[in-house]
């Protein structure tokens, strides 16, 4: 079955680097765009960044640009978020997500947590 | 990228029907036909309910239905049952080729 793991979060401080990572099962991995959506304790869900099939396509939310950058390995299945120079307001749990305009599938998300 | 404007909550009895509404602008909503319908349980990730304004991605039960007019969308639940106690989301594609989501409805079934 479709299936997506993230990891790779934590506490950091602020202005630290994390990189997250999303594995993904159970699909033909390349064949699909994939996002990454955060969600800060108690708000809705806010939209990140998207990723072509292709990796040649990226596009951020306004106040990540320049901070975090997205990418994938189709050779491992693999989706990353770098994330530098990490803000408070950073701080939620990071989805995965498979899809482009609609996003279908979603992990279980992993807590990033950007305090001193 | 301001976010998308849904009621804050909404309710209904079991049976009964609700809509809840998406309200964009002409640069996400009314712009394209990629509005979005997620649910949410306390807990777990949003799960997709409907796609492209009307459809439902395969094992949504067909109480589920969307609808846009305008810069507004609609989201339309009838039947209402206990499980579908939850916040829901709307989203859009935009002219900037990002997406943005609503703040979100909770639903109480009475």
């Known amino acids: 079955q479709v299936q997506l793991v993230e990891s790779g979060g934590g506490v950091v401080q602020p202005g630290r680097s994390l990189r997250l990572s999303c594995a993904a099962s159970?699909?033909?991995?390349?064949?699909?765009?994939m996002h990454w959506v955060r969600q800060a304790p108690g708000r809705g869900p806010e939209w990140v960044a998207v990723?072509?099939?292709?990796?040649?396509?990226?596009y951020y939310v306004d106040s990540v640009k320049g901070r975090f950058t997205i990418s994938r390995d189709n050779s491992e299945n693999t989706l990353y978020l770098q994330m530098n120079s990490l803000r408070p307001e950073d701080t939620a749990v990071y989805y995965c997500?498979?899809?482009?305009?609609?996003?279908?599938?979603w992990g279980q998300g992993t807590l990033v947590t950007v305090s001193s | 990228q301001s976010a998308l404007t849904q009621p804050a909550s909404v309710s209904g009895s079991p049976g009964q029907s609700i809509t809840i509404s998406c309200t964009g602008t002409?640069?996400?909503?009314?712009?394209?036909?990629?509005v979005s319908w997620y649910q949410q349980h306390p807990g777990k990730a949003p799960k997709l309910m409907i796609s492209?304004?009307?459809n439902r991605p395969s094992g949504i039960s067909s109480r589920f239905s969307g609808s846009k007019s305008g810069n507004t969308a609609s989201l339309t639940i009838s039947g209402l049952q206990a499980e579908d106690e939850a916040h829901y989301y709307c989203?859009?594609?935009?002219?900037?080729?990002?997406?943005?989501f609503g703040g979100g409805t909770k639903l109480t079934v009475l």
């Open positions: 997500a498979r899809g482009y305009f609609g996003l279908l599938t």
């Open positions: 159970g699909f033909t991995f390349s064949d699909f765009g």
């Open positions: 990723i072509s099939y292709d990796g040649r396509n990226k």
């Open positions: 002409s640069s996400d909503i009314g712009a394209y036909d990629y």
């Open positions: 492209d304004v009307i």
């Open positions: 989203s859009s594609y935009t002219s900037s080729k990002t997406w943005v």
